[in-house]
């Protein structure tokens, strides 16, 4: 595993919804890259929203969304 990473950061990203803006209301998981680049530029929100929309970033930035596919079909 990845130092610091936590599992239950990564389960909540297919099960959060985001708490403002634009996408209130959405699954993180479903939240478009150029959403994530914004915040990626202006800075992430501290806290857990934070680590989790960074983590999201990461996946989704770098090819990883198999990652989030699998995590969908556990928690259905």
């Not at 909540?12 to 890259?33: I, N, R």
Request: a positive charge.
């Amino acid at each position: 595993m990845i130092e610091g990473l936590q599992p239950e950061i990564l389960s909540s990203l297919v099960t959060a919804e985001m708490p403002f803006g634009k996408y209130k209301g959405w699954k993180l998981c479903d939240l478009p890259v150029y959403y994530l680049e914004w915040f990626a530029s202006k800075g992430f929100p501290a806290g857990k929203l934070g680590m989790q929309l960074a983590t999201l970033y990461e996946i989704k930035t770098n090819g990883l969304e198999e990652i989030l596919t699998g995590l969908k079909k556990l928690k259905k």
